[in-house]
């Protein structure tokens, strides 16, 4: 089939024509092997069906890279006391940004999990004795992905490879999808197409699955945003001083996708713990902010180094490098930020919240319609005075003339099944299993 098309295409003398030809057919046959597999999975439910009425346990797998991103933590916590399941995590590379990133991410992450479940839950993927990859599509019956991206790890832990050899892949999502880049090049991936359960956060995203991908919604359920159900457990301090988290996106070096600001405000970041010193401040930077400026072409490690040390070393100031930012979200007084996850995550906790864009054509041109929903509950900030302004007035002086209809508006479009979104997708499961 593929060499036909490559010939069909071949023989159309327009150039923007045969690409056009050539995108059709690709994705005609990507959407006729994602239907022919849900129907596989069929197949597979029966025999998993079985292994329940006889009693054994179904092993499921949460593949996890970084340790700030596992969505799926609240439904491994549940199965780990549910007699139904025998759930491990396996930690697995991030193999698109260099040997030194794939390996420190891997020692990190499994040490973090390692010490936090206990070594029987937690598998490094590394065989460290041969040098290679461990293939665990012998171990599981179901496999729970942290992140879409087949090409951003090995082969062996892709969502493609798990669907072809008869293991059911679900997805929960690691970050909300409030733009128009999840949209165009994420929600509609063949990885997602391929999985047995994709679980949606909000009705409009549910929405945006049916309108904008092959599969039309066949395999997304509502089940509202199960990463967020952790955030109700955790226990609220009493703050003495107001603290303020600044968390800068990465994508410093995608115009395609133009989110952080940090470039401009980097110096700025480092004024704040000086000119405020009755305010306590979290840094916290999207984990591959550091890893992208790393680059030669960029800042380069030194300079990278030089930022971190610098920013550290503020008595008022808390550097963290990745890790669960939940305690962090509760203990907080407000956060000022421009990441596309956040700008619906920090909603949850009722709290001001100041977003960083460059000017107002952004927010049409970059948001989704729920996008731009969350970001009318956020003070928006163009400058650093707009940012001294929200400090000073909304922060410091408790004037916060948004509150009331930005907690309505979480509690009623975001906030869906919330603290019980776990439980809803447990059910979901053990319906399908049962």
Known sequence: MRWIIKLLSCLIPVKPWRKKFRSNCHNYINKKFCVKQQKKYKKIIEKLRKKVLSGEKIKVGFFVIFDSVFPGKTIFEAMQVDEMFAPTIVIIPDTSRGDNNKFYQLHKTYNAFS???????????????????????????????????????????????????????????????????????????ESLNLCWKVFVDTQENLNDVIEYTDMKGMNAVLSGYCKMDSLNKVQKKSLERKKIIIAPHHTVNMPQFPLSNFLEYSDFFLELPAKYPQIDFVFRPHPLLFVTLSRSELWGKEKVEQYINKISSFSNVEYQNGGDYFETFINSSAIIHDCSSFLMEYLYTGKPACYMLKNQEEIKAIFAPIGQKCLANHYQVFNKNEIIKFIENVVLQDNDPMKKERISFAQKEIMVNYPNATDSIIKNIKEELI
């Open 115 to 189: 010490k936090k479940y206990g070594k029987e839950y937690v598998c490094n993927s590394l065989d460290s004795q041969n040098n290679n990859f461990i293939d665990f599509t012998l171990d599981f019956d179901i496999v729970c992905f942290a992140n879409p991206y087949d090409l951003m790890t090995d082969k062996l832990f892709s969502v493609k490879y798990h669907a072809q050899k008869g293991i059911l892949p679900i997805y929960v999502n690691y970050g909300s999808m409030p733009d128009y880049y999840a949209r165009e090049h994420i929600i509609n991936l």
